[in-house]
Structure formats: structure tokens, C-alpha cells
């Protein structure tokens, strides 16, 4: 039995938050063009279905990890746009105080635990996190995303091996886009099936439609009714496509113009949408007043960062140390 049932609130939400989620990025890949923002910084379009669907499905105290592509993420958990926008502005009004920029976006109280720029080093974190709440005796699950690429990395299987052993609650997450950061998932693996990595640990795994929300909703909420059950973790690889390239710097030459297309016609956004109307969740009048709340959401985020001041060069040596007046040698 479903624990998170979907109704019309669901999608009014799934389509407000995906639409978010969408027009931050746009607005974020204008600024990188106008050199307003600075450093790597990778993009969420297309992918929103993976997040919103997972989102339905937890409940309060369950947290979130994932790699540098972590925008969405935290919009979607309420970390405000405002802080997000000043973060990748490096501004001290920022949610990582202007020191994480766009690849390390962090908010211990909304439960978001990064943003991390090592691949693949999030994934025995994710398991860390779940161990945690496990030792203190809560219900909370840690969703753990990482990317087709981090899969590779050693560190996840001695993460899934002990998450196993332990019956931690994690929901291990892939979210494959099937292009790494430019090479495609078949040039780089024999068995292109990747949620079956799962099997060599006997953790219940599945492939995911990641470009449909009820599909993500579904799965993950069979995931997470298993690890907060003390059942353990599971392996899901949600299948799903960037509409940019891996990052503001990336052409993306190695694919078609007709496979984008093909993806693109799969929005989720537009999918919802679609619901909404046929269903009468709500009419195009209120489709148009999101349309204009968003807007409002991120002009009024560029206008924050904009305005917020850089940090003081004294803040270099804040937040490195729980001990306040650590003895640094700052000559």
C-alpha cells in the first residue's frame, strides 16, 4: 500500500515546483552568461521530475544529499531561492554564506546536506547520515543521489556493502542522464542496466522513468516505507535526460539534435500541466498566476543576491571549526 497517496494537491504542487525549479536554471544560465556568476556550475533541466517525485513521497526530518547539479534539490526542500541566487553570487546572505557558490549549496535546517563537488564522495555520506538517525533512534530515511558517472567510483560499493549489513535508512538514488559529464553510459560500462549494481549486494533495486513524477513518486515511496521500516536501503536508477550540457561550459556535441527533441517531448513540466488541465485540478487562470509567482520568485532572488555585500575576508576563518575562537595562525 501506497503511505503518500497522490491526489489533485499533489500535482498543483509537482507543478508549481517543477516550474520553479525550471525557470531558476534558466534564469541562473543567463546570469553565468553575463559572467554574474562565476565557477562551474551545472543545470537542472529536465531532470525536475526525479526531485518532485521524490519530494511527495518523504516526510518531515528525512534529508537529502547530492552531487554539484543540486539547485533543484533545495529549492524543492524549501531552502528559499533568495539565499540560493546570493549563494552563487558568492554573497554572504547566501545559504552556504558565500562559500560554497553553485556546486556546494547546504542548509542544515531545511535537512539539505550538499552539494559536493568530489564524485561520487556523497554517496558513503548519504549512508553516514542514515547511519546516524539509525544510532539516535528516529524514523527519518536520507535519500542519497549521485550521477551515471559517480557509479563507478569505489566508494559506492563500500557504501552499499555496509548500508546492507547495517539495514541503514537510505534511498540510494541515480539519477542517469546517460552522458556522465560527456561520454554516454555504453561507452563506459558492459552492463548499461545500472540499477542492477544493486544485486551484487542484494539490495532491492529498480529502473525508474525519472522523466515521469508519478513513476518517481512511486518508487520512491515503496523505498522509503522500507527504510523507515529498519528493512534498509534500495537502488533506484532514474532514468532521465538534461536538456543543457553537463555543465554552463559544455557544448554537448556528442549527441543529436533529434534525441534532445525525442527527450523534450517527455517534459514533465508540460506533462503535469497537461493533468491539471484535463483533470480540472485547476484552470488556465491559475496556470498563469504560478506562471507569474515564479516569475516573481526568481526576479525578486536576482535582486537579493544583487544587492546583498560580499563576505569580509575575516569570514575565511568562520564555520571550518565547531570551536569558536580556534587558535588559528592568521599572520
Known amino acids: ?49 526525479v526531485v518532485a517525485g521524490a519530494i511527495s513521497a518523504m516526510q518531515q526530518g528525512d534529508s537529502m544529499i547530492t552531487t554539484y547539479r543540486d539547485h533543484a534539490h533545495a529549492l524543492a526542500l524549501g531552502v528559499s531561492a533568495d539565499s540560493i541566487m546570493a549563494e552563487m553570487y558568492g554573497k554572504v546572505t547566501g545559504c552556504s554564506k558565500g562559500k560554497g557558490g553553485s556546486m556546494h549549496i547546504f542548509s542544515k535546517e531545511h535537512h539539505f546536506y550538499g552539494g559536493h563537488g568530489i564524485v561520487g564522495g556523497q554517496i558513503p555520506l548519504g549512508a553516514g547520515i ?42 540510494f538514488v541515480c539519477e542517469n542522464n546517460f552522458y556522465a559529464m560527456g561520454t554516454s553510459v555504453e561507452r563506459t560500462t558492459n552492463m548499461t542496466d545500472i540499477y542492477k549494481i544493486g544485486l551484487g549486494f542484494d539490495m532491492p ?53 533529434d534525441e534532445l527533441e525525442e527527450y523534450k517531448a517527455q517534459d514533465p513540466i508540460e506533462a503535469v500541466r497537461e493533468v491539471v488541465l484535463k483533470e480540472k485540478y485547476a484552470d488556465q487562470a491559475w496556470i498563469e498566476e504560478i506562471e507569474a509567482k515564479v516569475k516573481d520568485i526568481v526576479d525578486q532572488a536576482v535582486k537579493f543576491a544583487e544587492e546583498s555585500p560580499f563576505p569580509d575576508a575575516s569570514e575565511l576563518f568562520n564555520d571550518v571549526y565547531v570551536q569558536q575562537d580556534y587558535p588559528y595562525v592568521k599572520d
Open 1 to 49: 500500500m501506497s503511505a503518500v497517496e497522490i491526489n489533485k494537491d499533489t500535482y498543483l504542487k509537482w507543478f508549481e515546483s517543477m516550474l520553479l525549479m525550471r525557470k531558476f536554471e534558466e534564469k541562473t544560465g543567463q546570469l553565468y552568461g553575463q559572467q554574474k556568476i562565476r565557477g562551474f556550475c551545472h543545470l537542472y533541466i529536465g531532470q525536475e521530475a
Open 205 to 257: 533495486c529498480a529502473p525508474v522513468d525519472g522523466m515521469d513524477p508519478v513513476a518517481v513518486h512511486n518508487a520512491m515511496d515503496e523505498a522509503i516505507q522500507r527504510a523507515r521500516s529498519g528493512e534498509g536501503p534500495t537502488f533506484l536508477e532514474m532514468r532521465t535526460y538534461r536538456y543543457r550540457g553537463h555543465s554552463m561550459s559544455d557544448p554537448a556535441k556528442y549527441r543529436t539534435k
Open 130 to 171: 542514515a547511519f546516524a538517525e539509525k544510532y539516535k533512534g528516529t524514523s527519518n530515511v536520507n535519500i542519497c543521489y549521485m550521477g551515471d558517472g559517480a557509479v563507478r567510483q569505489g566508494a559506492l560499493n563500500e557504501a552499499f556493502n555496509m548500508a546492507m549489513l547495517w539495514k541503514l535508512p537510505v534511498v
